[in-house]
């Protein structure tokens, strides 16, 4: 069964400065899928970045980035000149699917990331 | 496009009561997911839609749980005879199919079972 590991529960970090967020996965398939939502207090989920795995190149989506390690089965999220409003929940999800099959989500158990003005 | 809606978005019933929540998709998205997330956890699958057919279903859906999608559109995830433990944030997720593996969620039901 696949499963994802977020071994960070909360982390912090400084107005403008730079933050990443640690996510493992295992799984025994090659052709998957992988991503970071974002979910604000009482807020609904939001997708922030996704990453296919048979791509080398990482993703990059304005501040936020990725660093993904396909052998090393390691997926982190990179955010950059942080914001107030990147105050939330993150939690790392893998899909995997094909032609008509489930593409359901696993997640991680989160981490909550604070903004310190 | 107006994203996924979720009705109602809190709920507080007594145990054993019956409870019904509905998911509106995004208009031509053609999979609906449900999902549970307790306190503290990530969203754990409990069932899947293509069209109108219901195509797995977790372990986690025990037989007081039922849910349908009548022609492709909207859905509804009833739980009957409510348990303290059925008390978590239903989150509803649509996708365009195929074509696309990216979800999005609606705002979730909030159930409080008391």
């Known amino acids: 069964a696949q499963t994802v590991t977020q071994s960070q529960p909360e982390m912090s970090v400084q107005e403008a400065e730079t933050v990443t967020l640690s996510c493992t996965y295992d799984?025994?398939?090659?052709?998957?899928?992988l991503f970071w939502y974002k979910q604000p207090p009482s807020r609904q989920m939001i997708l922030v970045i996704r990453?296919?795995?048979?791509k080398q190149q990482n993703a990059t989506e304005n501040r936020f980035s990725v660093n993904f390690q396909k052998a090393a089965k390691s997926f982190s999220l990179k955010i950059s000149d942080s914001q107030l409003g990147d105050a939330a929940m993150y939690f790392c999800?893998?899909?995997w699917g094909s032609g008509g099959s489930n593409y359901k989500l696993t997640f991680g158990k989160g981490t909550l990331l604070t903004v310190n003005p | 496009d107006t994203g996924v809606s979720q009705n109602p978005r809190h709920k507080i019933t007594k145990r054993g009561q019956n409870v019904t929540f509905r998911c509106d998709p995004i208009?031509?998205?053609?999979?609906l997911y449900w999902y549970r997330q307790t306190l503290g956890q990530g969203p754990e699958f409990l069932t899947y839609?293509?069209?109108?057919?219901?195509?797995?279903k977790s372990r986690l859906l025990s037989d007081r749980f039922s849910a349908e999608r009548p022609k492709g559109s909207f859905s509804t995830l009833e739980i009957q005879r409510t348990e303290q433990g059925d008390s978590a944030m239903y989150l509803c997720?649509?996708?365009?199919?195929?074509?696309?593996?990216?979800?999005?969620f609606g705002p979730g039901t909030r159930l409080t079972v008391t």
């Open positions: 997720a649509s996708s365009l199919g195929v074509t696309s593996y990216e979800q999005y």
């Open positions: 990453q296919e795995a048979y």
């Open positions: 839609f293509q069209n109108e057919a219901q195509l797995e």
């Open positions: 999800a893998y899909s």
């Open positions: 208009s031509e998205h053609n999979r």
């Open positions: 799984t025994s398939e090659s052709d998957y899928y």
